[in-house]
RNA sequence: GCGGGGGUUGCCGAGCCAGGAAAAGGCGCAGGGCUUAAGACCCUGUCCCGUAGGGGUCCGCGGGUUCAAAUCCCGCCCCCCGCACCA
């Protein structure tokens, strides 16, 4: 009784994270997830380091958790894993936190206590990037810790380290060397006031904005003003028949040269544009109305003439006309021809405007319309330039005649289409100095957190990767063709993100990093010194142990180790090594490399998963390039998106001190399947705290029963067995964590269910395998179960080899037969009374034959069409088509099971699970429920 | 707009590629068992109808192919993500 109450106790209290913590010690202090090279095959598997700007939280876990049931279900396979981590802390939102943490921000202070449960006085001295990367550091290592990643902390590191700069340094040398690396210009997000490109969580409106990219015309008068008309359809340049000015004041501005008319703001704008800009004065635009301007593309003169809807602080606020395609121009053009008193005061020629006719140039095929503008306009009943319906016009034919368009044969590009034809005078204009290029947001405002409004500004001379240089791009595409991409559809994603990919600005004024090492103003920026860092968890290991110093890692070791160049001489004396070190370094990284498996969150796709790629490619011969790369989705929290600067945020560590480790880790591997986002719902979370428990018990229960004789039900239950583990397997292999933990965990915890209440009391027989099959997901309480009863680490175990012979496919068709008999038995006893007696009656034999004409035809089509023709079922026309879709479920063992024999040997079972007599006897069934019994489905009498 | 993914039973989510079960599993809810009780655990039910294992309706909407469609084909609607220099 004693025994019992304590059994009874610890098994309510049984605590996961006692369980945990003895096994995480184990493992540490055998070292056993420490990989170096030997003669077995190497696995190296890697997730991207996390930014430590914060804890470690539920999407990291997501991640990094897979990755590990990965690196453990590989090593039960018998590979040498390597599964090592470290930490990256380039770039400025650390110097970001600390700023703020300094100014005592209240939100920050906030959140990072509420969310990343970081003690208030501890947080309070977090001001400075390096108190930052310390603390985050060791939280993100004890958190890993905690939830049991089977990583070889040996290499571990930072970003920052001196050695990894070394690295760093080396990598882009030698990109420059084969000239990737290029100077150019480009416009970004600019804060003026804090005199610094803005990033996203900057800003307080506008984050939506994008940057876009109008197309400035130059229509020149005939005193060499230049009227620089912006417009997003250059195309339509064959068409202006005027161009329009707001009756307000304008600036005349020297621009690189040139006299500009521009509005005020577009003058501010300007200035941050990379170019020599100068105002030489003010004008009114009144002065030019009526005057005329040559029109660049078709020397065609123009007048310029007032209108209301131009917006002077959108683009440079002069604005070409092209009234047959845009609404806005066709609309004010009309109005202003009526407009007797606006013509008056500006001294324009009535005759004049009314002589401007809309000039088509683009059709639609198979519309017919003769003044796009004119018909949309008068669809939609506007007749007033400020009428805000003119934008929904705009739109309406821009979308028309962009998609469907063709030039006309007034242009200079007859029968191209409207998108290709755009980009042309694009390059026409700007080739031949006849236009320029204006940058401004899609969205306004822009508005910094300080306040400040944002302008794009043009960086000039700053460094770039050249990763739209055709060549590279060719390489990488090929390479992508060879790998595997899980889930398989990204492979297509990857490939138009590869041609989508533009020249990408490598280097910042801001942040922490490395220096690019021949223009040491610069940074080398965030993504783009984390590409190919898998192979430095080579390097790491040596640093780490004191054999590697900074001043070794000159650049010919580097080349030496990871492309065989030079002689281990040369490199020795060099970077004063001795050459077994510089071998043994060699040596292991042509061990472990290539990455066998880069698995990461969605979010990397469209950045650092195709810079990990391009750079491989670029720097390492081709057996070094990556062989896959997996992709996952985020994680919410009660349906709520996570956010690591405003919450909500589950932390790693939290989430195991709260529920345990392997609970965690099998929720969030269940929880969803490749791509798609997980949810975390703390609900579900202890239902499978409940679940696990469960397994721990009845593990435990039945671990030390002696094995007794096995029977059809035992040959069930390791049937079943063998299923599971080919299921997981099966799932692994795809990396479909949520199929296999499904498969190892849920299912078989059915089939156990099934097997004790069938009163199966050789549950022992399938425990040394279930434990080994659930290790990689939930390795404590697997290896502390395994550890009743062995001495060695089933971390170290062989993962359970599916065994054809140990399925017993009559077995499994049994246990189906009396399941479904037990459900419809009870079903029927529903429907009766007081029911006393069950009366059970077989098939015919003769009714076989449908199985042995499906099993001749062999395809589901063709048995139904032969069987139903058949006179002889076509009373049964009922029970067929269910019985017939069994057999090509269940397999055609299914009619060769002796039914009488089965059911006799669950005689037991039924009566204890109706509580009711049952007999099997044809005689008491009654002639017309017989008839329509077929084989797996006998008639049933109830009394 | 371009590109990728997706709309399934109260919810989450399998199934769809290889057409043949009101459609796995989990959660929730309801009933029963166990228990002094609660929790846990074990059964059963959970679209509608039904006093015999049945019938009806169902997988975003509308068509089509087929003996048979959540699954294949066509059209439409809606949702999510990426479009960069930011980790």
């Known amino acids: 009784m004693i025994n019992f109450l304590f059994t009874f106790s610890t098994l309510i209290h049984m605590d996961f994270r006692e369980i945990e913590e003895k096994w995480q010690k184990r493992w540490e202090e055998s070292g056993i997830f420490q990989a170096d090279p030997d003669n077995r095959e190497k696995f190296f598997i890697t997730i991207p380091y996390p930014y430590l700007n914060g804890n470690l939280h539920a999407g990291h876990t997501r991640t990094f958790t897979i990755g590990d049931a990965v690196a453990r279900y590989k090593r039960m396979l018998g590979y040498n894993v390597l599964f090592p981590m470290g930490f990256h802390v380039t770039g400025t939102p650390i110097i970001g936190l600390a700023e703020l943490i300094q100014k005592r921000d209240e939100r ?29 550091s060791k939280e993100a290592e004890r958190a890993m810790r905690m939830i049991g990643y089977s990583i070889d902390w040996r290499r571990k590191f930072t970003t920052m380290d001196e050695c990894y700069q070394k690295f760093i340094e080396w990598q882009y040398w030698r990109l420059k060397e084969k000239g990737l690396i290029v100077k150019g210009s480009h416009p970004v997000r600019f804060c003026p006031n804090d005199n610094n490109p803005v990033e996203d969580h900057d800003l307080l409106m506008g984050e939506e904005a994008t940057i876009v990219e109008y197309t400035v015309i130059k229509f020149k008068s005939e005193d060499g003003v230049i009227f620089p008309c912006a417009t997003l359809r250059p195309e339509t340049v064959f068409g202006v028949t005027n161009i329009w000015l707001k009756p307000t004041k304008y600036v005349l501005a020297k621009v690189n040269g040139e006299m500009w008319i521009v509005s005020f703001e577009a003058f501010e704008k300007l200035k941050y544009f990379d170019k020599k800009v100068e105002k030489l004065g003010e004008i009114d635009a009144k002065e030019y109305f009526g005057r005329f301007v040559e029109n660049p593309v078709t020397k065609e003169k123009v007048p310029i003439l007032p209108a209301e809807f131009v917006d002077t602080d959108n683009a440079t606020g002069v604005v070409m006309s092209v009234p047959a395609h845009a609404p806005y121009d066709y609309v004010a053009l009309k109005q202003l021809a009526k407009d007797e008193e606006t013509l008056k005061k500006y001294g324009i020629d009535r005759k004049l405007v009314e002589s401007l006719k809309p000039i088509v140039l683009i059709k639609i095929e198979d519309e017919d319309y003769e003044v796009p503008a004119n018909e949309i306009v008068e669809v939609m009943g506007i007749s007033d330039q400020k009428d805000e319906a003119l934008e929904k016009a705009t739109k309406i034919i821009y979308k028309k005649e962009y998609h469907k368009g063709v030039m006309l044969e007034n242009t200079f590009f007859p029968n191209i289409p409207v998108a290709e034809a755009k980009d042309k005078v694009h390059d026409y204009l700007i080739k031949n ?48 063709e060879r790998m595997t991409i899980i889930p398989d559809y990204y492979k297509k994603e990857f490939r138009n993100k590869i041609e989508w990919l533009k020249d990408k600005a490598c280097a910042r004024r801001k942040g922490l990093g490395t220096r690019i090492p021949w223009d040491k103003e610069w940074l080398i920026e965030s993504l783009s010194d984390s590409t190919i860092y898998m192979s430095y968890y080579v390097i790491a290991k040596f640093v780490n142990s004191g054999k590697l110093k900074p001043e070794n ?42 990455v066998d498996l880069r698995s990461s969150g969605k979010d990397l796709v469209a950045n650092h998963l195709l810079f990990f790629l391009f750079h491989h490619v670029a720097l390492f011969p081709e057996k070094y390039w990556p062989k896959a790369i997996a992709v996952n989705g985020y994680v919410s929290l009660e349906g709520q998106k996570m956010s690591k600067s405003k919450g909500p945020l589950l932390t790693m560590k ?25 949810d975390w719902r703390r609900k579900d979370v202890e239902g499978l705290a409940n679940n696990l428990r469960r397994f721990y018990e009845i593990v435990k229960e039945n671990y030390f029963k002696e094995p007794k004789e096995v029977t059809t039900l035992d040959k069930w239950l390791i ?38 209440r069938r009163g199966g009391r050789n549950l022992v027989l399938i425990l040394d395998d279930w434990i080994k099959l659930l290790a990689p997901f939930a390795p404590h309480i697997c290896e502390e179960l395994w550890s009743l009863k062995h001495d060695s680490f089933v971390s170290l175990e062989r993962y359970p080899e599916y065994d054809e012979s140990k399925v017993d496919e009559k077995a499994e068709v049994a246990e189906n037969y009396i399941r479904t008999l037990l459900r419809d038995i009870s079903e029927i006893m529903k429907f009766v009374k007081d029911a006393k007696e069950v009366y059970i009656a077989v098939a015919e034999d003769w009714k076989r034959e449908v199985a042995k004409i499906a099993k001749q035809t062999g395809n589901m089509k063709e048995a ?9 079922f076509k009373d049964l026309k009922k029970e067929i088509p269910s019985f017939v879709k069994r057999l090509f479920k269940e397999g055609f063992d299914f009619y060769e099971i002796d039914e009488r024999k089965v059911i006799s040997e669950a005689i037991e079972f039924f009566e204890k699970e109706l509580r009711v007599k049952v007999y099997l006897d044809e005689s008491k069934v009654p002639e017309e429920k017989r008839k329509a019994a077929m084989p797996g489905k006998p008639a049933i009498y109830v009394v």
Not at 444 to 465: A, E, H, M, S, Y
């Open 433 to 480: 100095n006849l236009g320029d290029v204006f940058y401004e947001f899609s969205e306004k405002p822009v508005v910094c957190r300080c306040g400040t409004k944002c302008v794009v500004k043009v960086v000039k001379d700053q460094w770039f990767i050249n990763y739209s240089n055709e060549e590279w791009k060719r390489k990488v595409l090929e390479h992508l």
């Open 553 to 594: 890692l000159v650049p010919e070791f580097f080349d030496y180790v990871f492309l065989s160049k030079g002689s281990v001489e040369e490199v020795a004396k060099k970077s004063g090594l001795s050459k077994e070190v510089i071998e043994e370094v060699k040596r292991e990284f042509e061990y472990w490399y290539p």
């Open 108 to 136: 920050t202070i906030r959140v990072y206590t509420q969310y990343h449960n970081v003690p208030e006085d501890v947080l309070l001295t977090l001001t400075t990037p390096e108190r930052i990367v310390e603390y985050f």
């Open 719 to 756: 049937s079943r067995m063998q299923k599971a583990i080919k299921e997981t397997r099966d799932a692994m292999e795809k990396l479909q964590t949520r199929r296999a933990v499904n498969a190892a965990f849920f299912e078989l915890m059915n089939d156990v269910r099934w097997y004790l």
């Open 864 to 872: 139904m069409k032969v069987i139903m023709s058949d006179e002889r």
């Open 654 to 678: 939290k989430a195991v001190e709260e529920f345990g480790a392997d609970v965690t880790r099998l929720y969030i591997l269940h929880a969803a399947e490749y791509d798609s986002d997980a």
